[in-house]
């Protein structure tokens, strides 16, 4: 089943215009299967460059994220590889935050096409009942110096647990928000 719906709206559009400080996203899908899968699909526009976002999101997260978020991260450390498919990040969150860490695994990265994929795979954040979390990214450039990027995440939930969709939903707000952050860091400091 799909449902469309509206995340996040923050902006003022006439036409095809997105002004700066603005952030839309225009499309957000979900699906649900009866395997204890959840499909969550989002397309949001920027009016930072592709390169800027893809960079900042894949290449040079741990920086920009504890920049973005202090209050939430405790420090993000690379326990195996060297950032590219394979690598495995341990995030630790500060003491008083609902989770303790997760782990997540890079499945690919590619700079040229501006693709990146990784899987959460361990941690309290997988409330017990969710067995992996994927996520893939694709970022495009528009034609006014924006970027489109393009989120498909994969909740995949473990057998015979009882979910509530409203938990698995949470979770795709806050990365929503956190893309909303770095968007936000980046037009405040040009040249980061």
């Not at 700066?20 to 009866?34: G, N």
């Not at 450390?77 to 990040?89: C, F, L, M, R």
């Not at 009942?129 to 994927?134: A, D, P």
């Amino acid at each position: 089943m799909h449902k469309a719906f509206v995340v996040a709206i923050n902006t003022k559009t006439d036409s095809h215009q997105i002004p700066s400080q603005s952030w839309v996203v225009l499309q957000s899908e979900r699906q649900r299967s009866t395997m204890g899968v959840y499909t969550f699909t989002n397309e949001i526009h920027s009016p930072v460059s592709a390169s800027r976002i893809f960079n900042a999101i894949t290449l040079d997260p741990d920086t920009i994220v504890k920049k973005i978020v202090p209050s939430g991260i405790k420090n993000i450390d690379v326990i195996q590889g060297n950032g590219g498919p394979g690598t495995i990040k341990l995030i630790n969150f500060l003491e008083g935050k609902p989770f303790k860490y997760v782990k997540h695994r890079v499945d690919a990265l590619d700079k040229e096409k501006m693709t990146y994929a990784y899987t959460v795979f361990e941690g309290d954040a997988l409330i017990g009942r969710i067995e992996s979390i994927s996520h893939e990214f694709k970022i495009s450039s528009r034609p006014d110096g924006g970027s489109t990027g393009i989120q498909v995440s994969t909740y995949r939930t473990k057998p015979g647990a009882e979910n509530k969709e409203e938990e698995i939903t949470s979770g795709e707000s806050k990365d929503s928000c956190v893309f909303k952050a770095v968007e936000d860091y980046l037009l405040a400091h040009p040249d980061a």
